[in-house]
């Protein structure tokens, strides 16, 4: 059984800084491609960013320059830091990862941290 479980999240206000975190746990073999994804009230769910598992990252147009996204491979663990934070930011942030096991390649999600922008 593989799990994703976020953490980091919280109240901030404008201009702060957070830092997310995601855990990769259970049966595995390797953890490819991982990402951040958001979802804002009455909105679809976006990409934040994406990184490989040898660090080449992929950022949304709306967080380039303000967020970084970095992994520890050795513990299976994805990092979001998110500074000059804006209230359009606002979010339910999810971890997302290719996960390889023993049956195979699977995409598994998070359960989600809520992320509020507000002063």
């Known amino acids: 059984q593989v799990q994703l479980v976020e953490s980091g999240g919280g109240l901030v206000q404008p201009g702060g800084s957070l830092r997310l975190s995601c855990v990769a746990s259970?049966?595995?073999?390797?953890?490819?491609?991982m990402g951040w994804y958001r979802q804002a009230p009455g909105k679809q769910r976006e990409l934040v960013a994406t990184?490989?598992?040898?660090?080449?990252?992929n950022y949304a147009t709306s967080v380039k320059g303000r967020f970084t996204i970095s992994r520890d491979n050795a513990k299976n663990t994805l990092y979001l830091q998110m500074n000059s934070l804006k209230p359009e930011d606002t979010a339910v942030y999810y971890c997302?990862?290719?996960?390889?096991?023993?049956?195979?390649?699977?995409?598994?999600w998070g359960q989600g941290t809520q992320v509020t922008v507000s002063s």
């Open positions: 997302n990862a290719d996960i390889e096991t023993w049956v195979g390649t699977t995409a598994y």
């Open positions: 259970g049966s595995i073999f390797s953890v490819n491609h």
């Open positions: 990184i490989t598992s040898d660090g080449s990252t």
